[in-house]
């Protein structure tokens, strides 16, 4: 499943092929050219959190990728910051 993220003009993408997260952040441009850390893990691995200071980073939203019965993925809104939309492909 391929997630889009609208912010500000700018579309940052996440792509997972199972249950998941997904967890977009705010960031310095001197951390990220671009400003936003994307971060996706599996269900049950350690989250990558950005290394820049914690009070540089803002969270923006947080998506859960669960799986049904048939194999079938949904996305489960968990957090979004109002200017924050997302889409899956």
Same mark, same amino acid.
């Not at 950005?50 to 957090?79: K, T």
């Given at each position: 499943?391929?997630?889009?993220?609208?912010?500000? #003009?700018?579309?940052?993408?996440?792509?997972?092929?199972?249950?998941?997260?997904? #967890? %977009?952040?705010?960031?310095?441009?001197?951390?990220?050219?671009?400003?936003?850390?994307?971060?996706?893990?599996?269900?049950?691995?350690?989250?990558?959190?950005?290394?820049?200071?914690?009070?540089?980073?803002?969270? %923006?939203?947080?998506?859960?990728?669960?799986?049904?019965?048939?194999?079938? %993925?949904?996305?489960?809104?968990?957090?979004?910051?109002?200017?924050?939309?997302?889409?899956?492909?």
């Amino acid at each position: 499943m391929q997630i889009t993220f609208t912010h500000k #003009k700018k579309k940052p993408e996440a792509s997972v092929s199972g249950p998941s997260e997904v #967890k %977009l952040y705010a960031v310095p441009t001197s951390y990220s050219d671009d400003g936003y850390y994307l971060a996706a893990w599996s269900s049950g691995d350690y989250e990558p959190v950005p290394s820049c200071a914690v009070n540089d980073a803002e969270l %923006l939203a947080h998506l859960a990728v669960e799986g049904n019965d048939q194999g079938e %993925l949904a996305m489960r809104e968990i957090f979004c910051a109002q200017g924050v939309k997302y889409a899956a492909n």
